[in-house]
Protein backbone atom coordinates (compact mmCIF):
# COMPACT_ATOMS: atom_id res chain seq x y z
CA UNK A 1 0.00 0.00 0.00
CA UNK A 2 1.59 3.49 -1.14
CA UNK A 3 2.21 6.05 1.74
CA UNK A 4 0.04 8.56 1.76
CA UNK A 5 1.90 11.98 1.18
CA UNK A 6 1.56 14.83 4.12
CA UNK A 7 0.00 17.52 2.27
CA UNK A 8 1.76 20.04 3.99
CA UNK A 9 5.16 18.88 2.50
CA UNK A 10 4.11 20.28 -0.88
CA UNK A 11 2.66 23.03 0.26
CA UNK A 12 6.32 23.98 2.37
CA UNK A 13 7.51 23.42 -1.29
CA UNK A 14 5.56 25.40 -3.34
CA UNK A 15 6.07 28.32 -0.52
CA UNK A 16 9.66 28.10 -1.18
CA UNK A 17 10.10 27.46 -4.74
CA UNK A 18 7.51 29.96 -5.86
CA UNK A 19 5.81 31.61 -2.39
CA UNK A 20 2.32 30.38 -3.27
CA UNK A 21 -0.07 32.07 -1.71
CA UNK A 22 -2.68 29.46 -1.76
CA UNK A 23 -0.14 26.97 0.05
CA UNK A 24 0.40 29.50 2.81
CA UNK A 25 -3.27 29.84 3.08
CA UNK A 26 -3.14 26.15 3.88
CA UNK A 27 -1.04 26.43 6.20
CA UNK A 28 -1.72 29.19 8.34
CA UNK A 29 -5.66 28.08 8.34
CA UNK A 30 -5.00 25.02 9.85
CA UNK A 31 -2.27 25.40 11.69
CA UNK A 32 -2.47 28.51 13.41
CA UNK A 33 -5.98 28.00 15.45
CA UNK A 34 -3.65 24.83 16.77
CA UNK A 35 -0.55 26.81 17.59
CA UNK A 36 -2.99 28.98 19.49
CA UNK A 37 -4.31 26.67 21.74
CA UNK A 38 -0.83 24.69 22.08
CA UNK A 39 0.36 28.19 23.20
CA UNK A 40 -2.45 28.91 25.15
CA UNK A 41 -2.54 25.90 26.95
CA UNK A 42 1.23 26.31 28.17
CA UNK A 43 0.38 29.56 30.03
CA UNK A 44 0.66 32.16 27.32
CA UNK A 45 -1.92 34.91 27.13
CA UNK A 46 -3.98 36.00 23.68
CA UNK A 47 -1.46 39.25 22.72
CA UNK A 48 1.49 36.92 23.11
CA UNK A 49 0.23 33.93 21.32
CA UNK A 50 -1.40 36.11 18.53
CA UNK A 51 2.28 37.61 18.36
CA UNK A 52 4.31 33.90 18.47
CA UNK A 53 1.56 33.08 15.63
CA UNK A 54 2.62 35.74 13.38
CA UNK A 55 6.51 35.64 13.48
CA UNK A 56 6.21 31.78 13.28
CA UNK A 57 3.75 32.21 9.97
CA UNK A 58 6.48 34.94 9.03
CA UNK A 59 9.44 32.68 9.29
CA UNK A 60 7.35 29.83 7.49
CA UNK A 61 6.71 32.04 4.48
CA UNK A 62 10.42 33.54 4.42
CA UNK A 63 12.02 30.39 5.18
CA UNK A 64 10.81 27.74 3.75
CA UNK A 65 13.94 26.49 2.00
CA UNK A 66 15.05 25.51 5.47
CA UNK A 67 12.40 23.07 5.96
CA UNK A 68 13.86 19.37 5.22
CA UNK A 69 10.75 16.51 4.89
CA UNK A 70 13.74 13.88 5.29
CA UNK A 71 14.22 15.24 8.75
CA UNK A 72 11.21 16.32 10.58
CA UNK A 73 7.60 16.33 9.68
CA UNK A 74 5.47 19.94 8.65
CA UNK A 75 3.87 19.83 11.94
CA UNK A 76 6.80 18.90 14.29
CA UNK A 77 9.35 21.69 11.76
CA UNK A 78 6.00 24.70 12.46
CA UNK A 79 5.78 23.79 16.48
CA UNK A 80 9.64 23.90 16.64
CA UNK A 81 9.61 27.03 15.21
CA UNK A 82 6.79 28.45 17.32
CA UNK A 83 8.38 27.28 20.89
CA UNK A 84 11.57 28.67 20.08
CA UNK A 85 9.44 32.12 19.10
CA UNK A 86 8.00 31.65 22.86
CA UNK A 87 11.22 31.24 24.32
CA UNK A 88 12.24 34.54 22.71
CA UNK A 89 9.38 36.81 22.98
CA UNK A 90 9.00 35.74 26.63
CA UNK A 91 12.84 36.09 27.55
CA UNK A 92 12.60 39.66 25.82
CA UNK A 93 9.53 40.78 27.64
CA UNK A 94 10.95 39.76 30.35
CA UNK A 95 14.07 41.86 29.72
CA UNK A 96 12.05 45.22 29.24
CA UNK A 97 10.91 44.27 32.80
CA UNK A 98 14.22 44.10 34.06
CA UNK A 99 15.46 47.24 32.05
CA UNK A 100 12.74 49.42 33.30
CA UNK A 101 12.55 48.15 36.54
CA UNK A 102 16.88 48.53 36.21
CA UNK A 103 16.55 52.17 35.43
CA UNK A 104 14.06 52.98 38.08
CA UNK A 105 16.18 51.38 41.10
CA UNK A 106 20.07 51.81 39.98
CA UNK A 107 22.46 54.27 39.85
CA UNK A 108 23.82 54.67 36.39
CA UNK A 109 26.99 52.92 35.49
CA UNK A 110 30.17 54.48 35.10
CA UNK A 111 31.81 53.85 31.41
CA UNK A 112 34.83 50.96 31.74
CA UNK A 113 35.56 48.30 29.81
CA UNK A 114 34.06 45.81 32.06
CA UNK A 115 30.63 47.66 31.79
CA UNK A 116 28.93 44.27 30.20
CA UNK A 117 30.10 42.28 33.04
CA UNK A 118 28.70 44.72 35.48
CA UNK A 119 25.11 44.90 33.61
CA UNK A 120 24.93 41.56 33.19
CA UNK A 121 25.30 40.98 37.06
CA UNK A 122 22.78 43.32 37.91
CA UNK A 123 20.14 41.91 35.43
CA UNK A 124 20.92 38.24 37.50
CA UNK A 125 20.39 40.35 40.77
CA UNK A 126 17.07 42.03 39.95
CA UNK A 127 15.65 38.92 38.09
CA UNK A 128 16.10 36.72 41.68
CA UNK A 129 14.45 39.87 43.45
CA UNK A 130 11.54 40.12 41.13
CA UNK A 131 10.84 36.29 41.69
CA UNK A 132 10.80 37.28 45.29
CA UNK A 133 7.95 39.74 45.07
CA UNK A 134 4.26 39.22 45.62
CA UNK A 135 2.37 38.45 42.46
CA UNK A 136 -0.04 40.75 43.20
CA UNK A 137 3.03 43.82 43.43
CA UNK A 138 4.72 41.99 40.06
CA UNK A 139 1.59 41.57 38.12
CA UNK A 140 1.30 45.61 38.27
CA UNK A 141 4.85 45.96 37.87
CA UNK A 142 4.75 44.19 34.46
CA UNK A 143 1.59 46.67 33.63
CA UNK A 144 3.71 49.92 34.51
CA UNK A 145 6.81 49.21 33.15
CA UNK A 146 6.58 46.49 30.39
CA UNK A 147 3.47 46.82 28.74
CA UNK A 148 3.62 50.62 29.73
CA UNK A 149 0.70 51.64 31.23
CA UNK A 150 -0.07 53.85 33.50
CA UNK A 151 -1.11 53.91 36.96
CA UNK A 152 -4.70 55.38 36.34
CA UNK A 153 -4.75 52.47 33.11
CA UNK A 154 -3.89 49.59 35.88
CA UNK A 155 -6.31 50.85 37.57
CA UNK A 156 -9.14 51.18 35.26
CA UNK A 157 -8.13 47.12 34.07
CA UNK A 158 -7.43 45.50 37.32
CA UNK A 159 -10.23 47.54 39.44
CA UNK A 160 -8.76 48.27 42.42
CA UNK A 161 -8.28 51.48 43.43
CA UNK A 162 -5.70 53.90 41.75
CA UNK A 163 -3.96 54.63 45.51
CA UNK A 164 -3.88 50.75 46.06
CA UNK A 165 -2.08 50.51 42.42
CA UNK A 166 0.41 52.99 43.07
CA UNK A 167 1.24 52.06 46.83
CA UNK A 168 1.96 48.52 45.47
CA UNK A 169 4.06 49.45 42.50
CA UNK A 170 6.28 51.99 45.24
CA UNK A 171 6.43 48.99 48.06
CA UNK A 172 7.54 46.13 45.17
CA UNK A 173 10.07 49.26 43.47
CA UNK A 174 11.31 49.42 47.32
CA UNK A 175 11.58 45.81 48.14
CA UNK A 176 13.99 45.35 45.03
CA UNK A 177 15.68 48.58 46.22
CA UNK A 178 16.09 47.48 49.58
CA UNK A 179 17.97 44.44 48.60
CA UNK A 180 19.65 46.05 45.82
CA UNK A 181 21.40 47.81 48.59
CA UNK A 182 22.14 44.87 50.72
CA UNK A 183 24.10 43.59 48.29
CA UNK A 184 25.17 46.90 46.53
CA UNK A 185 28.76 46.26 47.09
CA UNK A 186 28.25 43.60 44.13
CA UNK A 187 27.95 46.50 41.69
CA UNK A 188 30.46 48.99 42.76
CA UNK A 189 32.78 47.59 45.54
CA UNK A 190 34.72 51.20 45.80
CA UNK A 191 31.69 53.44 46.48
CA UNK A 192 28.91 54.23 49.18
CA UNK A 193 26.54 52.15 47.69
CA UNK A 194 23.48 53.41 50.09
CA UNK A 195 24.53 57.13 48.77
CA UNK A 196 24.37 56.12 45.34
CA UNK A 197 20.79 54.51 45.80
CA UNK A 198 19.19 57.73 47.07
Known sequence: MAKIKNPFVDALTKI????????????????????KSFLMRS????????????ETMTIIWTKADYYDSNVASP???IYTIARNKKIDILRKSRKAI???????????????ADEDIEHDQKFEIVSKYLDDLPEEQLN?????????????????????????VKSRIRLALEKVRGKLEQDGKM??????????LN
Do not use: C
Open 75 to 77: STW
Open 140 to 164: LLKMNFFEEKSHGEIADITNIPLGT
Open 16 to 35: AENQDIQSFKKIFDYFSPRL
Open 43 to 54: GVDDAIAEEIIQ
Open 187 to 196: FNPNKDNNSN
Open 98 to 112: LENIETAVLPPIESK
